[in-house]
């Protein structure tokens, strides 16, 4: 996307520095930013916001961790900084409501953006976007933002990976910062005040008018510059999981327990067509320094806290030995954390040695990034891991059952036939982890697999102007109960018609992500005796069935069988929530009559004359 504005860097010489301070001028008059304001919006507009998932704690809730650490960055050079986060907030008075009828989503961030305007009077606000589902309300934002009469920023993965049109789109962004800002916006603002030369500024568009400027040199901080702590003074950790969720794991923990993010490095070893993290972060991984992360930690647990961590990492076991040397030294300082790995760690740093270091430490779940357990699939799209690999890395997790252990699969690919599912498929069944979170392709803008479909015609070039994202508490999830051709509870017989050599068409897609999601996730319970791995299962099912689909009639049975097999009975709630979900939806009906399953099962107990074979 940045091809015709790299085209343009020609910001060099004494005239065009000349002109660069002019539009500096009309941007800021006086040269001279004393208080930045930084917003993060809400995840999405009002219209995708849904009252009754968000009084369940369905939706994320994350620290804005990179305004926090672009606040320690500012406050250097003497900046006041105020973080406002406009999605925490909308939760919190979500929860404070009584109904929904009182509940007006778009007022409440609406007036909190005023309110941190006029309490602060910044000379520059600052909007984040990560996610391409937030682009709406991004724009809503800064159109708001806007009004106020000074400058506004925007940045993130969001922004950079889709920057002509966003800023196309929105026309109240004054000044766009390209990939990690951490230098650049510093630098900017110091060149605002004439602490620096022109020259010192990158990785920045600014927008004049119609016209876009930009300077796109490069400004990308040393892994001794990321070795910073966050300014968490200006955000509410300790309330943020009281709100929403952090991570994917936060069933295994008490309700009571408090819940926050740290990076210990940035960028990831891998260059996987799909992932736009090496476009954002660059090639390779910087890493903070063992110190500077133990010593945040210590700070979240003493000082705020916090129980529990994810690791916001794409790539968290990179360096086998600083690995290991990281999760000794949190024992060595007597830390009390549990952590987590929901972005998903790379199998072959999942040695004996990592992994058993890593429970030591606390950790309690992860990902794995498989993908596809197909080889030609996993070279097609750059995947740094084998067949053996996702093998190996399964055994050493069978040696730690208090870690859960999930692997992230995925289908859709281009070119990607039924065969090729079907040895993802057995390749999971070999691994027998604790769970696989399965999704269908999603191209994102400015990744190899778009720009090569788009070129393609497999999809088309929309970038911003179309959310494609259908999983997730905002997405289409909810949607899977239509458009079903299943008749058989047997994976390879409801999908016989289909040559092996064929790529399946996309609407049956859904349908083999169905059969994936049972054969690999609820049917394999049937089986289950370890009674930590039943402990754990127990706990995922309430989370599906109590917080993300209270409707997920698999949960439902699959947590009674669970209950029946660990405590001799079932909650008789739960079979009434069962029954009565099968009532109302023939798409249960249909699924429960094709995989043999029924309600009384749970009321009798009796599986072992009901419950299909645990082949």
Not at 241 to 249: K, N, P
Request: aromatic share 10%; with cysteine.
């Amino acid at each position: 996307m940045l091809d015709k504005l790299s085209a343009r860097e020609g910001f060099a010489g004494h005239h065009e520095d000349q002109q660069t301070e002019a539009l500096l001028t009309r941007l800021f008059p006086s040269r001279d930013i004393k208080k930045v304001l930084l917003v993060t919006p809400p995840d999405v507009e009002a219209a995708f916001f849904r009252y009754e998932n968000a009084k369940r704690r369905r939706y994320s809730n994350y620290p804005p961790y990179g305004l926090a650490i672009l606040a320690g960055n500012l406050r250097e050079i003497d900046i006041a900084v105020k973080i406002t986060n406009l999605n925490h907030e909308v939760l919190k008075r979500c929860f404070e409501s009584n109904n929904e009828v009182e509940f007006d989503f778009d007022a409440i961030w609406k007036n909190k953006l005023e309110a941190a305007f006029h309490e602060f009077e910044p000379d520059l606000i600052g909007v984040t976007c990560m996610f391409t589902m937030t682009h709406g309300s991004l724009r809503n934002v800064c159109n708001d933002a806007g009004q106020y009469g000074v400058p506004v920023a925007i940045g993130g993965v969001h922004v950079t990976n889709d920057i002509e049109r966003v800023l196309a789109d929105i026309a109240s962004a004054d000044i766009a910062f390209l990939q990690e800002a951490d230098l650049a916006f510093r630098q900017f603002i110091q060149v605002v005040n004439r602490q620096l030369p022109v020259t010192d500024l990158a990785q920045v568009i600014i927008r004049d008018g119609k016209e876009l400027y930009p300077l796109l040199k490069e400004s990308k901080p040393t892994s001794e510059q990321i070795s910073n702590i966050p300014a968490f003074d200006l955000l509410e950790i300790p309330d943020y999981s009281s709100y929403g969720i952090i991570g994917s794991f936060y069933h295994l923990k008490p309700p009571e327990t408090r819940f926050s993010t740290v990076l210990s490095n940035r960028g990831c070893r891998a260059n996987c067509t799909f992932c736009s993290v090496a476009y954002f972060n660059g090639r390779g991984v910087r890493q903070r320094t063992i110190s500077s992360v133990v010593d945040e930690l210590e700070i979240l647990q003493n000082e705020y806290g916090i129980g529990h961590i994810m690791w916001l990492d794409d790539d968290l076991l990179k360096d086998h030995k600083r690995t290991v040397g990281m999760f000794e030294e949190m024992v060595r300082r007597g830390l009390r954390l549990t952590w987590d790995a929901t972005n998903g760690v790379i199998a072959a740093s999942c040695t004996d040695e990592v992994i058993s270091a890593a429970a030591a430490s606390g950790c309690i779940g992860l990902h794995i990034g498989m993908e596809s357990g197909n080889p030609a699939i996993l070279h097609q799209i750059k995947k740094p891991g084998t067949v053996d690999k996702f093998l190996a890395a399964a055994e050493a997790f069978h040696k730690h059952p208090q870690i859960f252990a999930s692997v992230f699969l995925m289908i859709g690919f281009p070119g990607e036939t039924k065969a090729m599912i079907f040895d993802t498929i057995n390749v999971a069944r070999q691994m027998d982890m604790d769970w696989y979170s399965i999704g269908q392709l999603q191209p994102l803008p400015n990744t190899p697999i778009y720009d090569a479909m788009v070129a393609q015609g497999l999809i088309p070039d929309v970038g911003s102007k179309q959310t494609r994202f259908m999983n997730g508490p905002h997405g289409r999830a909810s949607e899977r109960e239509k458009n079903s051709k299943l008749a058989s509870s047997d994976f390879e017989d409801a999908f016989a018609a289909i040559p092996a050599d064929q790529v399946p068409a996309a609407e049956y897609l859904t349908d083999i992500w169905f059969y994936m999601d049972y054969h690999l996730n609820f049917h394999r319970l049937f089986r289950e005796v370890r009674p930590i791995k039943m402990d754990q299962q127990i706990k995922k099912l309430r989370k599906v069935s109590d917080i993300l689909l209270p409707d997920h009639a698999f949960a439902l049975y699959f947590l009674g069988y669970l209950q029946h097999r660990t405590q001799g009975n079932v909650e008789p709630d739960l079979v009434r929530r069962l029954e009565k979900q099968l009532v109302s939806s023939s798409y249960w009906q249909e699924r429960f009559k094709a995989f043999k399953l029924s309600p009384d099962h749970l009321k009798n107990g009796d599986f072992n004359s009901h419950a299909p074979s645990a082949a």
